[in-house]
């Protein structure tokens, strides 16, 4: 008998090494003689730095970033200089792990942490960055990425609006960088495992906000400013991109990724 062992981790309970382990110590005890070929998996969530790590040498490095609540920390990316490719944890700098229970709210975090990161990246000359999207504390729609990169969200009175999830519904004109073609020639790619659009019944808000501290009617103003930001972003940039599968990942910021 030969068995493949391709475990994710068990959230809350075991990392996906202590999975693996676990079942290969199950499966000896009952097939003594079986061979077992067993790699950790990721659905880009909290540990995709560590599965990455796990299959090929990569240089790790460390920059201070902001956090959901905007406070600095430091946080690691992995980066291959040969290839050109970079590897950024969402979870790591704008994670639910980053905040006591009494701080989380999806109305008052940002994914500038995460923007942070890929900016790092690319500076240490990352021609393509790989994105794990999970574990978010966010409901920004990726807004908070797009500022470390240049973008302005705006209100009716054109002032500069914080990019966090209860500023979404207030957002009237988005200003993009004054050079948009800096990044051009990077290839961003979003790994994440869920197949929700932005907003709706079954986006973002309505799925996933409950989880990260919002609840009854903020739940539902987080879902129309969502649904005004993919307006803004249709009108402003002819790009349909709320109703892409996945575009509702980790509080839209799949959505940011691609329309930004």
């Known amino acids: 008998m030969k068995l493949l062992l391709i475990p994710d981790k068990f959230k809350g309970s075991l990392t996906a090494a202590q999975v693996r382990s676990a079942i290969t110590e199950g499966v000896r005890q009952v097939f003594p003689t079986a061979g077992i070929a067993s790699f950790e998996a990721s659905d880009g969530g909290d540990g995709f730095l560590d599965v990455v790590r796990s299959v090929r040498k990569i240089e790790t490095h460390t920059v201070s970033v902001e956090d959901p609540l905007g406070r600095k920390i430091p946080a690691p990316f992995l980066f291959d200089p040969v290839r050109g490719e970079a590897f950024v944890e969402m979870a790591t700098a704008s994670g639910l792990l980053r905040l006591a229970e009494s701080e989380q709210s999806p109305l008052r975090t940002h994914t500038r942490g995460t923007g942070q990161l890929i900016r790092a990246a690319i500076r240490l000359g990352a021609r393509k960055v790989f994105v794990g999207l999970g574990g978010s504390a966010t409901n920004d729609g990726g807004c908070g990425i797009a500022t470390v990169f240049g973008y302005r969200f705006l209100d009716k009175n054109d002032q500069e609006l914080e990019p966090i999830g209860q500023n979404l519904g207030a957002?009237?004109?988005?200003?993009?960088?004054?050079?948009?073609?800096?990044?051009?020639?990077?290839e961003i790619i979003a790994v994440n495992d869920v197949s929700n659009p932005l907003w709706g019944p079954s986006g973002a808000a309505f799925v996933y906000a409950a989880q990260k501290g919002a609840f009854g009617a903020e739940i539902s103003m987080l879902d129309s400013g969502l649904r005004q930001l993919d307006a803004l972003v249709s009108e402003q940039f002819g790009m349909e991109a709320g109703g892409l599968q996945g575009a509702g990942a980790a509080g839209g910021a799949a959505f940011g990724l691609y329309a930004f």
């Not at 988005?174 to 990077?186: G, R, S, T």
């Open 171 to 186: 957002i009237t004109r988005i200003l993009p960088p004054k050079d948009p073609n800096l990044y051009n020639k990077v």
